[in-house]
Structure formats: structure tokens, C-alpha cells
């Protein structure tokens, strides 16, 4: 236990002293002689100005060097473990974050504000397009904000701001980057920016990143079950990610413009347990997936101040994305060598081309009032094809989106603090393409119901409406209490209305239902703080009532596995599986496991709790952190919702030395057994990290890192994962390198 390892006033002094995000994110700084802060202002914030500490809703917010930290080639693997936040991966080029339970398009993601126009929604398997290298902050949302962000907010918002529309440059040229290197993977990481103001009003920025990687080791065999073939290494989780930006802004007494264009290009492998040597030799999967996947940007940001009579501040907001990605699988005849390469088939493309426009207005004072409204239009050209013949369908039919909303929250101090209120309301239009003459013809439900292909299943209308109050109450100087109410609707996606066919890369049959309503929830939050002081801590608790939640669910085969059907729906001894041998190939597999969208009444409660506590302050700081989490995701008539995340808790230390900080931390992540239909338990298991950073005044602007992960080399499972019993967490590692940051 915990508490074991630690005297009884420490730990007790830990958990009683739970921190704040704005404390969490700059934990560093925070045991500086001094104590004084850092201001950090939320930009995704739509009222703007304000900080962690001003904001009801409980935000995270990473910058500075608890950014630098946890600096990860994937936003899910960089955001793990903050308080209700965890990654979903599907193997290293994949990590989605999980917020409070939620994820996929329920987690809305942003870049400089805006929504990341990927397919990230589309698949578990599929990478979210943004370049974690680029953040300057990263703020994240832990509960409903669809009030300004819409109906994908449901679960919380993760901005990533980069530095690239900051109106803030000085008057010399800059250059800034890192360089990295991980043992484990032979990774390869570097990133370089560069700014040059062409006078006091106008700065061009440009900046390039890459990564390169073979395949990762691990402790132990790929599989759950596995018990021969190949040990210690996570089969075909290599990558090779670029990514690159071009930025020019201007700025005056009445704001700024700013316009930049960038591109993202990526491969990653899905791990699979891939040995093709006889299966008498320990053979095991003669084939795998590898992802290509790119996008072109083009992003428009402007403020202007008091552009009219009564408008305090004017923010346009444009992007626009072209994205592509295909999946390949790469078949292997068996050979006692290990297999050679038979052909590559390019198994689907997926294109998406998406449009956003958001404008903001902050009004002057009515009243005591003061607030934002505004309005957001986006459009949506979605596209997945299987290229392989004119029959043959992929598993979400192109669609056509198209999202306006209109929004406003405003803000009014109290005699005891403060309390906001909030409106949104939404209109979705989501068009689809017919499918007529698809190979698959439709698939047998579990009471033996054959549900055919809808063919023509029509467009979809939903009208999300949003509100929340909440209130912030002055207890005294040092501490706050928040409560909150959020009533937010959210439309179903379109893989959960249309998907209908194997989703290759992911090993799922996904069936969608066009008859799918909206999701309402009802989320009630209460939390109380101290933000100021040698300890500084953060409380909050929350419930989660939601009404026709969508979720997949997985059929059990009666073993309590999970049904399995061949590429065109057919279980076991139905359709073109019937006679089929052991080993055979083609429709004789039953490759994919078989997934229903389908809706039911859920709740979800828990809380995040941490702390940090100043032990010793002056010249050579030392402090305490202290943080666990908890989330239970069920459904109202019974039984558990899958891949909700296990309950978590962690021990962090820093101290400073001189030049030299240190941090040491320890996780455990604790096993889920409350699991749902045909979903297998997962184990706990142990985390323990170390960061050593040298910050010579020699070199001013210089530092050199080396830091340990999983250094237990445990064989973890991460159970919000639809990938846990196939891929496990990376084994241990260390990684070296350098950063920089000169002129200015």
C-alpha cells in the first residue's frame, strides 16, 4: 500500500491538500523561493482573460516545464494521468485522451482554438492530427463544454495552443527546438522554430518537427493468451510523423490578423502479434496494417478591439482542412525465415475536408453582466471508400455535414463571488450517400433477427440545445467552492448512424443504427479549492446523468468472448462461413469482432482529487505531490459500460539542485473488473517515471533532460483501450536530448 512507504503526516498532509490545475501545470515554479506563480490566462476561454483559477468548470491547464515534462509524440500519451484524464491508445501512433470516461468524437479536440478536422472520431485505431511538439499550453476541459465548443464537447475540450498566432514577439530574431533520443525504439525525435519580426508590427514564425521509430520493446508477449512466437517486442508499432508550419501576423493598436498554413503527414503500424513462420515454428498472424494519413491547413485568427459601439473585443476564428488517409495491409506467405511479403493492399481511404468559421464578441458591461456571444458554422465533406471494387462498401458511407450554432455565456460578481450562465443552440444536418449493390448484405442481430444494409437511409436533423449555471463562492482569501449544472444535448455521430461493414485496421464489424436520437446529459459538478499558500489543492466531484448514451457493445459468443463474424457479417456457420475448415482462409475468418451503436439510459459519477505541498522552499526547493481519480460509467437498468477507466492514484516529488531539477513519480493503476458484455478484466499495474533536467548558466537558454519511464517494465493494459488485449504499454525507456531557446 501507499501508505506503507510514507510517514502517516506526509501522506496525510498529501491528501488533504489537493491541488489546482494552475498549480499542477506549474508545480515547478511553485516551490520556487518566492511562490509566486506564473499568470496563466485560458485561451480557449471564449470571455477571455481569465485564469485556471477564475473558471468554474475544473481545467488543467500544462506549460512551462510541467509541459516540457510530459512532452509526448501522441496528445492522449502526453495528457495520461492529469486528474480525469487518460490515454485510449492503439499502439505508440495512436493516443486519443479518455476525459472522466468519454472519448472518440465526444472529446472535442482543438488547435489554436479551432477543431482538428481529422477522422480520429471515425476509429479507435485512427491518430488525432496534431503535432503535440508545436504546443506552447494545453488546456483541458474535464466535463460537458458544449456550450461553446458544441455537440462533440460533451465529454470536455483539449486545447493545444502553439505559439504560432501569439501577438506577443520581441525585436530580434528567435530560435527555438529539441532534440531527443529514446533507447526503446531507437525513437528519434527533434523539433526547431524560428521567429522573425520584420519590424515592431509584423513577425513571420515557421517551425518543422519529425519522428522517427522501429518497432518498440515491451515485457512479455504482445497477446493476453499469448504463450510462444516472438517475446519482448511490440510487432509493428514503428512510425514516421512530420510536420511543418508557416506563420505570418500583424499587429496593431486595434489587434491583430494573423494567417498561417501547415501540413502533418504520418505512418503508423496497428501492433499485431505478426510472425509469419510456419505456425509448427511459433508462428502466429501472416498480415498487418500500417496507416498513412496527411492533412494541408490553411488557419485564419484575428481580434480586433472595440471594432463598434458596445463590443469590447471581435474574435475571427477560420480553418479549413483537406485530409487523407488510407489503410494498408501488408500480406506474408509463411516461411521458416519469417515470411515474405506476398502484396499490399490499400484496404480503405478515408477523405475529409472540413470548413470552420467561429466568430466571438465579448460586449461591454450591461449592468453588472459581462459576457461572449457568438456564432460557429461548420461543414463537413466526408469520404470512405474501399478501392478494391465498385461492390465493395467500407464500413461508414460518405456524409455530408453541416453544424450553425449560436451561443452566449455570461458572467455577474456576487456579494459571495461570482456565478455565470450559459445558452447554445445547435442545427446539424448530416446528408448521406446511397449504397446500393454492396457485397454486404446486411448481419444476423443476437435474437436472430437479419438487420439488412440500409441502402437509402436519408439525412438526419437534430437540434442540440445547451444550458449551464454555475456559481463560484469566496470562502475566504485562499479558498474557492464551485458548483455547477449543465444540461447538453449532442447529436450522434456519423459512424454511429451509418457505419455498417468491417473496419479493417481496427479488426471490428461496426454496425451503426440511422434510427439513433440525441444524447442528453445532466452533469451536476462540485469542487472546492486553495489556490495560494505552501499547499495548494483541488477537489472535484461530479455526476453524470445521460439519457440514450450510444456506446458499442459487443455480443457475447457464450464463452464469454466476444462474437466474431468474416468481412461480410457472417457468423460461424452462417452465409459463406458455412463448411469452412479450421485455418482456412478468405470469408472462412472470422477476423472481426462484432460491435452494435446502440443507445440506453447511463450514468457516470467519481472525482479527481490532488495536491501539492511545499516541504522545504529557499534555494534548494523540495515539494510534495499527491493526485488519484476514480470514474464509474454504468447503465441505469443494470450492468457496466466497457473500457471505462480503472481508478488511479500517484506520488510525485520535485526538488531543485543548483542548475539541476529532479522529479520522481509513482502511479497505480488499479484493475477493472466492472466491466461489460464480453469484455475481459484488466490487471493493475505499477508506474514509476524520473526526469533529471541541467539548466547551465553558462548556456543560458539551454537545457539538457534525461528522464525514465515505466521503469518496472511492466506489462500494462490500459483498459479504456479497444486495443488492451492485443498491444501493451511500452516497456521501460530512457530518453536524452536537448532543448534550446535563443534571441528574442
Known amino acids: 500500500m501507499l501508505s506503507s512507504k510514507l510517514p502517516m503526516a506526509t501522506l496525510a498532509a498529501a491528501i488533504a491538500a489537493v491541488i489546482h490545475p494552475q498549480a499542477q501545470a506549474q508545480s515547478a515554479a511553485s516551490s520556487a523561493a518566492d511562490s509566486v506563480l506564473p499568470v496563466i490566462v485560458v485561451t480557449a476561454d471564449p470571455i477571455g482573460g481569465r485564469t485556471p483559477d477564475d473558471l468554474i468548470q475544473p481545467i488543467s491547464v500544462l506549460s512551462g516545464a510541467a509541459l516540457e515534462r510530459r512532452r509526448e509524440a501522441t496528445l492522449g500519451a502526453l495528457l495520461d ?177 494573423g494567417i498561417g498554413v501547415s501540413r502533418w503527414d504520418t505512418e503508423y503500424g496497428i501492433p499485431e502479434n505478426f510472425d509469419a513462420r510456419p505456425r509448427d515454428l511459433g508462428g502466429q498472424a501472416d498480415e498487418f496494417e500500417r496507416i498513412f494519413a496527411d492533412y494541408d491547413r490553411f488557419d485564419l485568427r484575428g481580434e480586433f478591439r472595440q471594432p463598434f459601439a458596445g463590443i469590447e473585443m471581435a474574435r475571427v476564428k477560420f480553418s479549413y482542412t483537406e485530409f487523407e488517409m488510407e489503410e494498408v495491409e501488408f500480406e506474408f506467405d509463411r516461411t521458416p525465415e519469417g515470411g515474405e511479403l506476398d502484396e499490399t493492399i490499400v484496404e480503405a481511404v478515408f477523405e475529409n475536408d472540413e470548413l470552420d468559421f467561429r466568430l466571438e464578441l465579448v460586449h461591454a458591461p450591461i449592468g453588472d453582466w459581462r459576457g461572449v456571444f457568438g456564432f460557429q458554422f461548420t461543414e463537413r465533406d466526408f469520404d470512405a471508400d474501399d478501392p478494391r471494387g465498385g461492390d465493395r462498401t467500407f464500413y461508414v458511407r460518405p456524409t455530408t455535414t453541416r453544424t450553425a450554432a449560436l451561443f452566449v455565456i455570461e458572467e455577474r460578481p456576487m456579494d459571495f463571488g461570482r456565478i455565470e450562465l450559459g445558452a447554445r443552440i445547435e442545427r446539424e444536418r448530416a446528408s448521406p450517400d446511397d449504397v446500393v449493390g454492396s457485397r454486404v448484405p446486411g448481419v444476423t442481430l443476437t435474437g436472430g433477427e437479419f438487420l439488412a444494409l440500409p441502402e437509402a437511409p436519408g439525412n438526419r436533423t437534430f437540434t442540440p440545445f445547451s444550458l449551464s449555471a454555475g456559481a463560484i463562492v469566496e470562502l475566504d482569501p485562499d479558498h474557492h467552492l464551485r458548483a455547477s449544472i449543465t444540461r447538453a444535448e449532442r447529436a450522434p455521430s456519423p459512424e454511429q448512424l451509418y457505419a455498417f461493414g468491417r473496419h479493417s485496421a481496427a479488426g471490428t464489424f461496426e454496425v451503426g443504427d440511422v434510427t439513433l436520437g440525441k444524447e442528453s446529459y445532466v452533469n451536476l459538478e ?118 471505462i477507466t480503472p481508478p488511479r492514484v500517484g506520488l510525485g516529488i520535485d526538488a531543485r539542485f543548483g542548475e539541476i531539477d529532479v522529479s520522481a513519480d509513482f502511479r497505480r493503476v488499479f484493475k477493472q473488473s466492472r466491466t461489460g458484455d464480453a469484455e475481459d478484466r484488466t490487471s493493475g499495474y505499477n508506474l514509476l517515471s524520473f526526469d533529471v533536467t541541467w539548466s547551465p548558466a553558462a548556456f543560458a537558454g539551454t537545457e539538457v533532460f534525461l528522464r525514465g519511464r515505466n521503469l518496472l517494465n511492466e506489462d500494462g493494459r490500459q483498459h479504456q483501450s479497444f486495443f488492451k488485449e492485443e498491444a501493451p504499454i511500452i516497456g521501460r525507456a530512457f530518453i536524452g536530448g536537448v532543448r534550446f531557446n535563443f534571441g528574442g
Open 81 to 257: 494521468g492529469l486528474p480525469g484524464v487518460s490515454n485510449s491508445d492503439f499502439g505508440p501512433g495512436v493516443g486519443r485522451p479518455t476525459v472522466r470516461g468519454l472519448q472518440g468524437s465526444r472529446v472535442k479536440v482543438l488547435e489554436d482554438g479551432m477543431g482538428v478536422a481529422d477522422v480520429s472520431g471515425e476509429g479507435a485505431d485512427h491518430a488525432i492530427a496534431v503535432d503535440p511538439a508545436r504546443a506552447d499550453q494545453i488546456e483541458v476541459f474535464r466535463g460537458p463544454s458544449t456550450l461553446a465548443y458544441g455537440s462533440g464537447a460533451a465529454g470536455g475540450v483539449v486545447n493545444v495552443r502553439s505559439w504560432r498566432f501569439n501577438p506577443e514577439f520581441g525585436d530580434r530574431p528567435s530560435v527555438r527546438g529539441e532534440l531527443r533520443y529514446g533507447e526503446n525504439g531507437n525513437d528519434r525525435q527533434g523539433y526547431v522554430g524560428f521567429e522573425l519580426p520584420g519590424s515592431d508590427e509584423l513577425v513571420f514564425r515557421a517551425d518543422a518537427s519529425l519522428r522517427r521509430t522501429s518497432d518498440f520493446d515491451i515485457s512479455g508477449f504482445q497477446q493476453v493468451d499469448q504463450t510462444a512466437g516472438r517475446r519482448g517486442k511490440l510487432v509493428n508499432s514503428s512510425l514516421d510523423t512530420d510536420s511543418y508550419s508557416l506563420t505570418g501576423l500583424l499587429r496593431q493598436d486595434w489587434g491583430f490578423v
Open 526 to 643: 462540485l469542487g472546492v479549492d486553495r489556490h495560494t499558500g505552501p499547499i495548494r489543492f483541488d477537489l472535484s466531484i461530479f455526476y453524470n446523468r445521460v439519457n440514450d448514451f450510444i456506446f458499442l457493445r459487443s455480443e457475447d459468443d457464450g464463452t464469454g468472448s466476444p462474437v466474431g463474424v468474416n468481412d461480410i457479417g457472417n457468423r460461424a456457420g452462417e452465409g459463406a462461413t458455412i463448411g469452412c475448415e479450421p485455418g482456412d482462409g478468405g470469408l472462412c475468418r472470422l477476423r472481426n469482432q462484432l460491435v452494435f451503436n446502440e443507445q440506453a439510459n447511463a450514468e457516470f459519477w467519481g472525482g479527481e482529487i490532488g495536491a501539492v505541498t511545499d516541504l522545504v522552499t529557499g534555494v534548494n526547493p523540495v515539494s510534495l505531490r499527491f493526485s488519484a481519480d476514480s470514474v464509474r460509467g454504468k447503465l441505469r437498468s443494470g450492468g457496466n459500460l466497457p473500457r
